[in-house]
């Protein structure tokens, strides 16, 4: 999982950016018009950078300790992306209150600590008992149905073919851990796991749009990876992980992939991100969730020569389907909180 994006659903919008006004306004202009060929670079930016940061997590932890790579990861990106809104921006610019603050850690806690840190211990558990790369992925492109469940409990009315389309997903959430011939395709306690994950990244994501948050997405996004960042630094510490680290055992490998993951994952992609949802029709820009779990399965099996078997296949085919619905469905009922904040490791 990545650092998470901006809220974006049905009853707040996409971030407006500040730019030149409008006809009739001060300045009397228009802002440009973006070019197809930018905002697709900026998609496959995304659909690729976050695709494979699930294959990113496995070689970190390879000789990295799970959670204290994840704090490391967080910890990093949050104090990068401060420098720059404080050069930027000034010595004002992460200034919040304090409510909008405690609620930007409950989230961060959330989807970082709960969501990111459940996938990587689900990844870097010993041979056999180990979530691939590819299947983590599938299962946490159950996420957007996962909150289309968390809406009902307040009163919302997704469409039937949404309801359809989390049916259809959950389906094959069953095929990909169901026992065949004595044995499943993918622990079951690493994919427990993983949706448990995925359970605390739908929460987050759900009090993310109700909660009174820090206004500037960048500036949510510092709070909620240092909030996570700490308290996965807590649980490493609890696990026993901090006591018998040594960087010295640490593979270029692994230090590689760490720091892939703060800036190709928690940095590039999610910038991309942001200037995909001032730039392009959120429709287009929720895509990613069904296309990252593609990207996901086919980088760990040819990098990792992670197994696709028939199972993965048909289980992580109608699960991506079921997203794809409830994403087009969304989209034409003008509802994108469903899929407004998939995590990209």
Do not use: C, K
């Amino acid at each position: 999982m990545t650092s998470p994006p901006p809220r974006a659903t049905a009853s707040t919008g996409p971030p407006v950016p500040a730019g030149p006004a409008a006809p009739g306004g001060p300045a009397g202009t228009v802002p440009p018009p973006v070019r197809p060929a930018l905002i697709w670079t900026a998609l496959t930016v995304v659909y690729v950078l976050w695709g494979s940061t699930y294959l990113g997590i496995r070689v970190a932890v390879e000789s990295l300790p799970a959670l204290t790579s994840a704090s490391l990861r967080f910890a990093a990106a949050a104090a990068v992306l401060a420098l720059v809104l404080r050069v930027r921006r000034g010595a004002g610019a992460l200034r919040v209150d304090r409510r909008r603050l405690g609620s930007a850690a409950l989230v961060g806690v959330l989807l970082l600590a709960g969501g990111n840190g459940l996938v990587v211990l689900a990844e870097s558990g010993p041979p056999g008992s180990a979530v691939p790369s590819g299947v983590a992925a599938l299962l946490v492109a159950t996420v957007p149905l996962l909150v289309v469940l968390l809406r009902t409990t307040v009163g919302d009315r997704p469409r039937f073919w949404t309801f359809a389309g989390v049916s259809l997903g959950f389906l094959g959430l069953v095929l990909l851990v169901l026992p065949t011939g004595g044995s499943t395709a993918v622990p079951l306690a690493g994919a427990l796991t993983v949706v448990a994950a995925a359970t605390s990244w739908s929460v987050g994501s759900f009090l993310s749009n109700r909660l009174t948050m820090p206004t500037d997405p960048f500036v949510a996004t510092v709070y909620e990876m240092l909030a996570g960042a700490v308290a996965l630094a807590v649980l490493a510490a609890a696990r026993g992980e901090l006591r018998d680290f040594d960087p010295g055992q640490v593979t270029g490998r692994s230090w590689l992939a760490l720091a892939y993951l703060m800036v190709a994952g928690s940095l590039v992609a999610f910038t991309a991100y942001v200037w995909l949802l001032h730039h392009a029709p959120i429709s287009l820009v929720s895509t990613y969730a069904y296309v990252n779990p593609v990207v996901a399965v086919a980088l760990g099996a040819l990098l990792a020569a992670e197994p696709v078997t028939s199972q993965v296949l048909l289980g992580g085919a109608v699960i991506v389907a079921g997203v794809a619905l409830v994403v087009s469905t969304e989209r034409l009922g003008r509802r994108t909180g469903a899929a407004g904040r998939v995590p990209r490791r």
